[in-house]
């Protein structure tokens, strides 16, 4: 994954943006203001998000 490259985290619920991720490891807990649901990530990686990601966007 390119430094300039940038995927948004959706929530899949909603699909509302969470947050947008560039770089690095991911350990964190979010909860979407929208519908309420609850995201727990944990060791998260350039990698995972490669395989995963549509268009830019991550459904998780």
């Known amino acids: 994954m390119s430094n ?7 929530c899949k619920d909603c699909k509302r943006k969470m947050f947008d991720y560039y770089a690095g490891i991911l350990n964190l807990y979010i909860k979407c203001n ?9 060791k998260i990686d350039e990698k ?7 268009n830019g966007k991550l459904f998780v």
């Open 34 to 42: 929208r519908c309420k649901r609850v995201l727990t990530l944990k």
């Open 4 to 10: 300039s490259m940038k995927v948004s985290f959706c």
């Open 48 to 54: 995972y998000v490669a395989e995963r990601m549509i």
